[in-house]
C-alpha cells in the first residue's frame, strides 16, 4: 500500500478559533472604547468630552491616542477656543477602515462564543 | 441664588463608552481563544487539539491555561490513554458564568461598533 502524508485538516477548522484578526493595536480595551467613542462622533471630540465617554485618566488617554495616532489611526488637532487652548481628536478614514475590519473578526467572535456558552453542558461528544 | 454643586453627568452617559466588563483576563486575544473553544467543547479538548484550534504554540498554550486555571476558570486532567499521557482541558462552571458576563459585555461593543462605523461622516454636530 502506498504510503500517504497525514491529512492537514482544512484551514478553516485547523485554527477554528484563532482569530487572527483581533489586532492588538485595536482589541485592548482602552483603545476599543476610544475607537468605538470617536467611530461614533466623526466630526472630532475633545479631549474632556473623549475622558469621560472612555473614563479614562488624563495620562490613559493621552498615551493610547498617541499610540493610535503615531499609527494613523486617529489625528489630533490644538487650537483654542474662548481663549483656551482646546485639544480636539478625530478618527482618521483609515482608522475607519482598520476598526470596521477589526470589528467584522469581533462580530466572528461574539457568533462562536454566544453559540459555545449556550451550549448544554456533556452536550457535545466526549474526547475520551 | 443657593448654590448647587455641578450636577453629575447620569452614569449611562458619563462613561458611556468605557466597556467596564471587558475583564482583562478574558479579553486578551489568546485566552478569548481558548475560552471560545473549551466553551464549545464543554467536554474537554485534549492539549493538542486546543492547540490547534486555537492556533496557539505549545509555550503559549500553557501560559495561557495556567493563568485561567489558576483563576478557576479552567481545569486540567492528566492521565493515560492508550499508554501515552495525555492533558485535557475544560472550562469549569465558573468559567462558563465568567465568559457569559464578559460575552454580554463584548455583545454591547459590538452593537455600540457597529452602529457607529456604519455611520456616514459629517453624520453628526460638529464640537468646534
Given at each position: 500500500m502506498p504510503k500517504h502524508p497525514p491529512e492537514p485538516a482544512p484551514r478553516s477548522e485547523a485554527?477554528?478559533?484563532?482569530?487572527?484578526?483581533?489586532?492588538r493595536l485595536l482589541h485592548e480595551r482602552a483603545r476599543l472604547s476610544l475607537l468605538t467613542s470617536l467611530a461614533a462622533h466623526p466630526q472630532g471630540l475633545v479631549f474632556n468630552d473623549l475622558k469621560r465617554l472612555c473614563g479614562l485618566t488624563d495620562g490613559n488617554l493621552s498615551r493610547h491616542l498617541a499610540l493610535l495616532q503615531s499609527a494613523g489611526l486617529v489625528e489630533i488637532r490644538k487650537d483654542f477656543h474662548r481663549q483656551r487652548p482646546r485639544t480636539t481628536c478625530r478618527i482618521t478614514p483609515a482608522g475607519r477602515g482598520r476598526f470596521a475590519a477589526y470589528l467584522e473578526e469581533l462580530e466572528r467572535v461574539v457568533r462562536d462564543s454566544a453559540a459555545a456558552v449556550r451550549l448544554p453542558r456533556r452536550a457535545l461528544p466526549s474526547t475520551s
Open positions: 485554527a477554528r478559533y484563532e482569530y487572527a484578526g483581533l489586532d
